[in-house]
């Protein structure tokens, strides 16, 4: 088969899993939609979004606090406020990776796959929470550096900006330190090639970043207990009683504030490693560790790499760069390796939701690379740079992997699991498995009904 031929074939693909995905967004949106509401206020899905600092500053209390004060000044609704915000970001998200995905000439063919945007494919929307709205402002706060760094005039108007956008991204949500500060501290310490000791540099780079590192500190340190937990829910009291006629059980993302870092531990360990079921409760992990699991962990995230260093591999389009003359490959495969090795924490112990970290890991490796592009700088990490090109070499040279066809089966059958790793939804998260998936119980349910 030629490269002709592939592309074309590639191209239709590509336009008729989009449109099966946009079949089952407004299926799930729908099914959401004309549900009773009232089942998930105590969920994690709205319940995260109403920490906020009424019992004292908190962790994610940011987001809660603004819509508690919106409310006591013109009472709404809160569960309708929250989905309309989660569907707004999401598709902003969406227009504003299409969008700087075309003006860097890159394939979108890496999109809609699980580990990209089409991470969201088989969810509500508001299984995510408060993700899609996080990543809009860590790319913002991204811009704003890079604008920093390339600026001659406002430069302190510049920096007091990124100073506020990246203090909101983690108050907003704490993980969101991992998806950016580490990488911005790595990049300030070789930018200029600078001869000065490295001691010198990392002191001068810890106290450009500390007012992000202290509010990092903030968070984890004021992370909430019980006491705060109850005195936050009982400041939604006024709405519950409004929508309910009464105070709903406590939420579970409120509940969560009690977890301790060892509870946390143990339950994202548990999930993670061990045979325990997803539901069960005990915090003490007595199953027998599964060997299976982190073998693959590791052949996924060999495959996310290998997919998005060779991102241009199948061009779907005439303006789309063909990979080796794409400055991309001169940032992608470093920026990766740095990305991922920042979130380790939430891919080993302190999450156990493998989808969504998945998520940060590529599409917070895009953003930065995209800020690279427009500085034009070439990025040489000691170490990481030459281990980098080595891998990424073998990736898009060898025999097998710099095959089309290898990298077409890739696309169609990576998959990752939902939330701790059970085997059993990896092949529903795939291309194959989700388009099976809208076939048989979204398509041909309802066109019957139709029909009927």
């Known amino acids: 088969m030629n490269k002709k031929t592939l592309q074309l074939i590639a191209r239709y693909a590509f336009i008729s899993y989009c449109f099966l995905i946009l079949v ?63 569907f707004a970001t999401t598709i902003l998200l969406f227009i504003l990776f299409f969008y700087q995905f075309y003006k860097h000439k890159l394939s979108f063919l890496l999109l809609p796959t699980v580990l990209m945007l089409g991470c969201y494919a088989s969810t509500d929307l508001t299984w995510f929470r408060r993700d899609a709205l996080m990543l809009l402002m860590i790319f913002t706060t991204l811009y704003t550096y890079r604008k920093y760094l390339s600026s001659t005039s406002l430069k302190w108007l510049l920096h007091i900006l990124f100073y506020l956008s990246g203090i909101m991204v983690i108050l907003t949500h704490e993980a969101g330190f991992l998806c950016f500060v580490p990488f911005i501290f ?33 968070t984890c340190y004021y992370k909430g207990d ?27 993302g409120i509940e969560a504030l009690n977890w301790d870092m060892r509870d946390t531990f143990i339950t994202h360990f548990r999930l993670n490693y061990t045979s325990t079921p997803l539901w069960d409760i005990n915090l003490i992990p007595n199953n027998r560790i599964v060997i299976y699991k982190p073998i693959m962990w590791s052949i996924i995230y060999i495959m996310v790499y290998y997919l998005c260093i060779n991102v241009n591999k199948i061009r779907l389009f005439k303006y789309e760069l063909p990979p080796n003359n794409h400055p991309i490959k001169n940032y992608l495969p470093q920026v ?21 970290i998945i998520m940060y890991w590529t599409l917070t490796s895009f953003f930065i690379c995209f800020q690279l592009l427009s500085l034009k700088k070439q990025l040489n990490i000691p170490f990481i740079s030459t281990t980098s090109n080595s891998v990424s070499h073998f990736m898009q040279h060898n025999k097998v992997c710099g095959n089309s066809i290898t990298f077409i089966l890739c696309v169609l059958c990576i998959a990752v699991p939902f939330a701790g790793f059970k085997a059993s939804q990896l092949f529903s998260t795939s291309v194959i498995g989700n388009t099976l998936y809208i076939i048989n119980d979204i398509v041909i349910p309802n066109l019957k009904a139709m029909l009927s």
């Open 226 to 252: 019980a006491t705060v937990g109850l005195n936050i829910w009982q400041s939604w009291g006024p709405y519950m009683q409004q929508r309910f006629g009464e105070i709903q059980p406590l939420g579970k």
């Open 336 to 356: 990766l390796i740095i990305q991922f090795i920042s979130l380790l924490p939430l891919f080993t112990f302190l999450s156990c939701d493998l989808k969504r």
């Open 24 to 86: 089952e967004t407004i299926f799930h949106s729908i099914t959401l939609l004309n549900s009773p509401q009232d089942k998930d206020f105590c969920s994690f899905n709205i319940s995260d979004w109403l920490i906020n600092y009424e019992g004292g500053f908190v962790r994610r209390g940011f987001i809660g606090q603004n819509l508690l004060e919106c409310y006591n000044i013109m009472p709404y609704d809160i569960i309708t406020t929250i989905y309309i915000i989660t």
């Open 186 to 218: 790595i990049y300030y310490l070789y930018k200029d090639n600078d001869k000065k000791p490295l001691t010198n540099r990392i002191a001068s780079a810890t106290i450009f970043l500390s007012p992000l590192i202290i509010t990092f500190i903030a």
